[in-house]
């Protein structure tokens, strides 16, 4: 019996360990090709061992100015990434969680038809309905702007569902209580709805940070000014640049690529603890 | 002062359900009144009414002179304790019970003094920074009326306040809320489906069935003096016992014995009522019983019994008596303690 739980439990954990090498392992040579020179890079591959060039690549692309108009740093592209990415998922949960509100909670003509007219845009990803989307947004004058990239991406069927869906689950009697209890439907919200929904709001922010982290079609489309360039848009920039006899820096584009990672990961690892104490917490 | 009217109020949902069928009542001041009828007769409708949660369809609700029906919940001056305790998960205990004073811009001493005043009464004192899933059922409860008590309205509003908790506690917090109403003096109006917390809990009793109001009066007339056949197998346990018989001449003739002194009531099928603790058991009785089943319960004990032509009655004894089944017993009725309802309306008529 031992013997035969320990081979289990040994064959689990091989199982594990080939699960996450197989994960790890890419991820692994970006990061030791970006310690390497380009003409290495070029030469023998990707590498699987460290070399030293290290601070010398991460520093360059961080701070030397680069791209098709020398004009960006990686950092500055992080901070656009990041203001992106963050006005992605705070507007999305915003507009989304006001919009089931007045779902759930105001009975107005056509209210179901509404939601399911906004739950059927889910049908229609971005790249469906993109050169409409960029000649409203050209018209408005709101090319090369940070209001331009997150503005119109903001509403979310998506969210609006989740958000519907959690608020339906909240007891009426609660609803009820706050009314006896004098609080109009703007207090009630704020009050009551807005902390219960702590969770639902982390999960969403989780996910919607990423996806909007992650944007490439639409900073591409809507930002010919370098200074509004995403990292995501960096990368494959730092590897178009062929001017002359240089060779395309490999190693800054692998480095740019674990850059973009980070924050989405940190992001991820953070709110996943806050949104796990959330759920142990999550008393409606 | 507070004295609520309730003039032909009715209620009918949007899908048609005739939920409430004209109900005229008078909640008095300082009184606790509570509805009781089984589930569905329309109880918690009619307090959602009065709470301002459900519209009224027609009809007149007053309270102290002036007419209610279309003021807003919130300045109605009402409190409620839900069935589920409805407290704010994500609040403390003091943050659950300041909240309504805070949107009334109670200044902030005010409120301190009245959420610990609360507390001091319902024993929350050491609760206060809690939040309600760190609480026992009984203490959400306590909590709820804590919610209620501070903010000193007019009139309170129980909906089936206890049904959520063990029996045992139930029967102690049915004790502490009848104290607690005694002890404040505000206006109540208690819902229940369960008879025995409604006898124990309030001054009066409205019965309500089917949407309508049976009958309305103290404990003790409700059960003495049943209005209706409804009124007299829904209120006491065990139930009465009700057999069919017909008045004729002024004699009442009911399964097989003829019971003379019914002369003010006309000839007509009638239902008889009789308690199960009326029945006398004496030798020279003319109804003889065989006796089915046993049920000790202590203090008293209960008889199934069979008459003759095979109907079923129960009768309560003192415990400890020693009757066995199979047993023939002897009993009469002393007829001033006889339930006579028509058959067809089953409304009292003696
Ligand atoms: N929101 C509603 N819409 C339609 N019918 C309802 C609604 N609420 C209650 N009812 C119906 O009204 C009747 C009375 O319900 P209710 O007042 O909850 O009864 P009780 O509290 O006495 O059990 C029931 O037949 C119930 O099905
Ligand atoms: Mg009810």
Same mark, same amino acid.
């Given at each position: 019996? %031992? !013997?035969?739980?320990?081979?289990?439990?040994?064959?689990?954990?091989?199982?594990?360990?080939?699960?996450?090498? +197989?994960?790890?392992?890419?991820?692994?040579?970006? +990061?030791?090709? #970006?310690?390497?020179?380009?003409?290495?890079?070029?030469?023998?591959?990707?590498?699987?061992?460290? =070399?030293?060039? +290290?601070?010398?690549?991460?520093?360059? !692309?961080?701070?030397?100015? %680069?791209? +098709?108009?020398?004009? !960006?740093?990686?950092?500055?592209m992080m901070i656009n990434s990041m203001i992106l990415g963050v006005g992605f998922a705070v507007g999305k949960i915003i507009v989304s969680m006001t919009a089931a509100y007045a779902i759930v909670y105001f009975r107005f003509p056509l209210g179901t038809l509404l939601f399911w007219i906004i739950f059927t845009t889910l049908l229609l990803p971005l790249e469906v309905?993109?050169?409409? =989307?960029? %000649? !409203?947004?050209?018209?408005?004058?709101?090319?090369? #702007?940070?209001?331009?990239l997150i503005i119109p991406l903001i509403a979310s069927a998506t969210g609006t569902f989740y958000f519907r869906q959690f608020f339906r689950s909240v007891p009426d009697e609660l609803l009820e209580a706050a009314k006896l209890d004098g609080a109009g439907a703007w207090k009630f919200f704020i009050d009551i709805l807005l902390p219960l929904s702590r969770t639902m709001m982390a999960a969403l922010f989780i996910i919607m940070f990423v996806v909007g982290w992650n944007q490439y079609l639409w900073p591409l489309l809507m930002t010919t000014d370098e200074s509004y360039s995403t990292i995501v848009l960096g990368i494959k920039s730092v590897m178009q640049t062929i001017d002359g006899n240089r060779l395309p820096e490999y190693n800054r584009g692998f480095a740019l690529a674990i850059l973009a990672l980070i924050p989405p990961v940190l992001i991820v690892i953070l709110f996943q603890r806050w949104f796990i104490k959330g759920l142990l917490e999550s008393d409606k | 002062?507070?004295?609520?009217?309730?003039?032909?109020?009715?209620?009918?949902?949007?899908?048609?359900?005739?939920?409430?069928?004209?109900?005229?009542?008078?909640?008095?001041?300082?009184?606790?009144?509570?509805?009781?009828?089984?589930?569905?007769?329309?109880?918690?409708?009619l307090l959602r009414m009065i709470a301002g949660?459900?519209?009224?369809?027609?009809? /007149?609700?007053?309270? /102290?002179?002036?007419r209610i029906n279309d003021v807003e919940p919130a300045h109605r001056d009402v409190a409620m304790v839900f069935q589920n305790y409805a407290l704010y998960p994500h609040m403390t205990v003091r943050r659950n019970m300041?909240?309504?004073?805070?949107?009334?811009?109670?200044?902030?001493?005010?409120?301190?003094?009245?959420?610990?005043?609360?507390?001091?009464?319902?024993?929350?004192?050491?609760?206060?920074?809690?939040?309600?899933?760190?609480?026992?059922?009984?203490?959400?409860?306590?909590?709820?009326?804590?919610?209620?008590?501070?903010?000193? @309205?007019?009139?309170?509003?129980?909906?089936? @306040?206890?049904?959520?908790?063990?029996?045992?506690l139930r029967a102690q917090m049915r004790v502490d809320i009848r104290k607690l109403q005694r002890q404040l003096r505000v206006t109540s109006i208690f819902v229940t489906h369960d008879q025995i917390e409604a006898m124990t809990v309030g001054d009066r009793l409205a019965v309500l069935n089917n949407g309508e109001l049976e009958q309305i009066g103290t404990p003790m007339e409700v059960y003495s003096k049943p209005a209706s056949e409804f009124v007299a197998s829904f209120i006491g346990s065990p139930r009465i016992n009700i057999v069919s018989g017909e008045v004729k001449a002024g004699t009442l003739h009911v399964d097989g014995f003829e019971l003379p002194g019914f002369s003010q009531i006309s000839d007509q099928p009638v239902k008889v009522g009789i308690r199960p603790e009326d029945f006398v058991l004496e030798s020279t009785a003319k109804m003889s019983l065989q006796i089915d089943l046993v049920e000790e319960l202590g203090s008293d004990e209960l008889l199934y019994c069979v008459s003759p032509t095979g109907l079923d009655y129960r009768i309560r004894r003192p415990g400890g008596s020693g009757h066995k089944v199979g047993e023939n017993i002897t009993v009469s009725v002393i007829s001033e303690k006889l339930h006579l309802f028509s058959s067809q309306s089953g409304k009292r008529l003696n």
């Open positions: 019996m %031992k !013997v035969l739980w320990v081979r289990y439990q040994l064959l689990n954990h091989l199982l594990l360990i080939l699960g996450v090498a +197989f994960l790890a392992l890419p991820l692994w040579m970006v +990061f030791a090709s #970006s310690t390497h020179d380009p003409a290495t890079i070029i030469r023998d591959g990707m590498q699987l061992g460290l =070399s030293d060039q +290290f601070f010398e690549t991460y520093l360059g !692309v961080l701070t030397e100015k %680069k791209g +098709f108009t020398e004009q !960006v740093t990686a950092s500055m309905r993109i050169i409409p =989307s960029y %000649k !409203v947004v050209a018209d408005l004058g709101m090319l090369n #702007s940070y209001s331009g | 002062m507070t004295t609520l009217t309730l003039n032909s109020l009715q209620k009918t949902y949007a899908n048609g359900t005739h939920a409430v069928r004209g109900i005229d009542l008078e909640i008095f001041d300082g009184e606790l009144t509570v509805f009781v009828g089984p589930s569905g007769c329309g109880k918690s409708t949660l459900e519209e009224i369809t027609s009809g /007149d609700l007053m309270l /102290d002179g002036s300041s909240y309504a004073l805070q949107n009334r811009k109670v200044p902030k001493a005010e409120i301190d003094r009245r959420v610990v005043e609360a507390a001091r009464i319902l024993q929350l004192d050491e609760l206060l920074e809690r939040k309600p899933a760190q609480l026992s059922g009984g203490q959400r409860q306590r909590v709820a009326m804590g919610r209620a008590i501070v903010r000193e @309205p007019k009139l309170f509003l129980f909906d089936e @306040p206890l049904s959520n908790l063990d029996a045992q």
